[in-house]
Each structure stands twice: as structure tokens, then as C-alpha cells.
Nanobody
């Protein structure tokens, strides 16, 4: 069982930056692939960024490439999402997900609002 707790969301102006954190419980964090998803009102939940467990390879949603960076610190059981040059359309609830094989764990989400 893994518990995930996101933090770092908030209100930011267009062009601003935020860094989300997702802290995981347990001692096997390094074995999990980690992802950030987001869901805007009335829309489906989309994967924003992914980082593998073994080599830390990353992948991104096209619309956030060059602006968002996912990283992990296995010593701290934490995955991060650095979000720069934020746009109005980045407004959503952001969720952290841990994956090991067919097992997925989700966090409770953190709200990110981009508004002037």
C-alpha cells in the first residue's frame, strides 16, 4: 500500500511558476513509475508527465513540453512537477499517480488556478 500526498498548488498569474510535490509513504518508492495527471472541470483526466522507476526517463503531454519538468528524489520518496510559463489552460486539479505493474495508487489532488 502506498499513500500519496500532493502539495504546492495555488493561485498564480499567467506566466508564473509553481512547483508541485507528491510525497509517498513506504520504502519501495524507487520501484514505482510516477506520473502527474490533471483534470479540468468537465474534462477527462489527462497525463501531464511521467517518469520511470529504473532510469528516470521522462515523457510529457505535448502542450506542456518545454514548460513543465518532472523529477524524483528517491531518498525523499518524493516526485516533483516544476511548472513554468503557466497558462490559463493549465488550470486544473493535479493528481499524482504511482504505478507498479498493474497496481496504481492516486493522491487526493491539488488545485492549480492560473488567473489574472
Amino acid at each position: 500500500q502506498v499513500q500519496l500526498v500532493e502539495s504546492g498548488g495555488g493561485l498564480v498569474q499567467p506566466g508564473g511558476s509553481l512547483r508541485l510535490s507528491c510525497a509517498a509513504s513506504g520504502s519501495t518508492f524507487s520501484r514505482y513509475a510516477m506520473s502527474w495527471y490533471r483534470q479540468a472541470p468537465g474534462k477527462e483526466r489527462d497525463m501531464v508527465a511521467h517518469i520511470t522507476s529504473a532510469y528516470g526517463s521522462t515523457s510529457y503531454l505535448d502542450s506542456v513540453k518545454g514548460r513543465f519538468t518532472i523529477s524524483r528524489d528517491n531518498a525523499k520518496n518524493t516526485v516533483y512537477l516544476q511548472m513554468n510559463s503557466l497558462k490559463l489552460e493549465d488550470t486544473a486539479v493535479y493528481y499524482c499517480k504511482a504505478t507498479f505493474g498493474f497496481i496504481n495508487y492516486w493522491g487526493q489532488g491539488t488545485q492549480v488556478t492560473v488567473s489574472s
